[in-house]
């Protein structure tokens, strides 16, 4: 079974700065799919960054970067120039890229992102 | 595109009586839908993967004739939760997958549920 950990429950970081959340995974698979979701207070889940593992290349979604390192199953989200907005829980989420009813997503248990103003 | 809502997004209902929770897929068809729920401060449990035209998949320790689950076309499923107790009062998120958009999961605004 795939495992994903989120070794930092709460982070913190002054607005404009730079602030990177960790996330490690356990899978014996080759193909899969990475996510980071972000969860604020209106608790809706809002996808922030997709990463194809078969994909070498680093997704970037505007200030959201990931750095992606297959081998060390590593899966960090980098967000630049912070935000107010940008305050929320973020959950690291694993897919096996398999169908057929291995469509469900492995969440880890996330990381509370403090904006300090 | 690859919205999902969901109603109602509160409930306050007795203890004894039935919920049901709807979840709908707005602008693309998803064969597959996802039920979670979410304790306070914690990340979200999976309840039961949806398939249209066939039965839920519940997970291990869900009572699955204590919440229903229909799917009955590609943009709807519901989830029904049945005899509700005061243990049950939660939040609840669905899902969608859109196969459109790299078989990404969408979701809905959640439901929060409170049984007196």
């Known amino acids: ?117 | 595109g690859a919205v999902v809502s969901q109603h109602p997004s509160r409930v306050i209902c007795k203890s004894g009586t039935s919920v049901k929770i709807e979840c709908r897929s707005l602008d693309f068809q998803a064969t597959t839908m996802f039920w979670y729920r979410q304790f306070p401060k914690q990340s979200l449990m999976l309840m039961a993967t949806s398939n249209e035209g066939s039965k839920a998949t519940y997970e291990q320790g869900v009572e699955k004739d204590k919440f229903l689950i229909n799917h009955a076309s590609l943009t709807l499923s519901t989830l029904t939760v049945t005899s509700a107790h005061p243990e049950d009062s939660s939040f609840y998120i669905c899902s969608a997958n859109n196969w459109d958009r790299g078989e990404t999961q969408y979701f809905g605004p959640g439901t929060r549920l409170l049984v007196l």
Not at chain 1, 18 to 36: K, M
Not at chain 1, 41 to 56: D, F, G, T
Not at chain 1, 70 to 86: M, P, T, V, Y
């Open chain 1, 1 to 117: 079974a795939q495992t994903v950990t989120q070794s930092q429950p709460e982070m913190s970081v002054q607005e404009a700065e730079t602030v990177t959340l960790s996330c490690t995974y356990d899978t014996s698979e080759s193909d899969y799919y990475l996510f980071w979701y972000k969860q604020p207070p209106s608790r809706q889940m809002i996808l922030v960054i997709r990463q194809e593992a078969y994909k070498q290349q680093n997704a970037t979604e505007n200030r959201f970067s990931v750095n992606f390192q297959k081998a060390a199953k590593s899966f960090s989200l980098k967000i630049s120039d912070s935000q107010l907005g940008d305050a929320a829980m973020y959950f690291c989420a694993y897919r096996s890229a398999r169908r057929l009813g291995n469509e469900k997503l492995t969440f880890g248990t996330g990381t509370r992102l403090t904006i300090i103003p």
